[in-house]
């Protein structure tokens, strides 16, 4: 196994660097599973996605869940890298990566850190409306905990 | 004793301030009594501690129920439930 790649960054990640970071000289990977996700524009409504984190917590609550996913479905490498601040509609917001012998783990779990992110990872999303009104907090969802519950 | 606290999000926004070091009397034990300590400071702390079930909690940066003593944390972080990823 390498040491997992845990990163808490305003400037955007180069997907294809990050996988072959964890790929580039091995011979063991027969798997690997990438998420990005993205800022949605709401049908034009968003201007802009300011995520607010909590400095130390975020990367040590992120390192948790991915060492989690190591453990639980014998990943051989894994990433996630979070960006904070201003995000535009179309950009990157998160990234996850897990590499692994076989698919299904590398499949399960990039799911597993990506469901324990957005429920644990001390991160908040909050939008600026296109028409200049004052942005909201978007509110946690309950599909979220329900995806997150599924591994309990 | 003495407990630093810092806010995020909307719980920061309402308090008006990311961090601060308070007094706390001896009857504060748990998260559960610090939330009901802290929303009785003031219209600001009133609004955003409003509903003390929802607010999440940090001891020394790692998540705990409200049924946890505070005795010994160093930092204790208070905000709304995470929305990131």
């Known amino acids: 196994m390498t040491t997992p790649t845990i990163r808490v960054q305003p400037n955007d990640f180069d997907l294809q660097a990050e996988v072959d970071a964890l790929t580039d000289g091995r011979t063991d990977i027969g798997a690997v599973v990438s998420f990005v996700g993205l800022c949605r524009g709401e049908q034009g409504k968003l201007s802009a996605l300011e995520l607010e984190h909590y400095p130390g917590m975020a990367e040590t609550e992120m390192r948790r869940i991915v060492d989690l996913a190591i453990e639980r479905f014998t990943l051989i490498g894994a990433t996630a890298i979070h960006r904070h601040g201003r995000i535009e509609p179309g950009q990157n917001i998160v990234l996850v990566i897990a590499t692994a012998a076989h698919r299904q783990a590398a499949f399960d779990g990039a799911n597993f850190i990506m469901d324990f992110l957005k429920t644990s990872a001390p991160f908040w999303k909050k939008e600026h409306a296109a028409d200049g009104t004052a942005g909201n907090w978007i509110e946690a969802k309950g599909i979220d905990d329900k995806a997150a519950d599924k591994w309990l | ?85």
């Open chain 2, 1 to 85: 004793m003495k407990a630093n606290l810092v806010y995020f999000a909307w719980v920061r926004e309402r308090i008006g301030k990311t961090e601060e070091e308070i007094e706390l009397p001896e009857t504060v034990v748990t998260v559960r009594d610090l939330l009901s300590h802290l929303k009785g400071l003031g219209e600001e702390y009133e609004n955003a501690l409003e509903y003390p079930d929802v607010i999440r909690v940090a001891l020394n940066q790692e998540h705990v129920e409200h049924d946890e003593p505070i005795a010994g944390a160093r930092e204790i972080g208070i905000f709304p439930p995470m929305t990131g990823g």
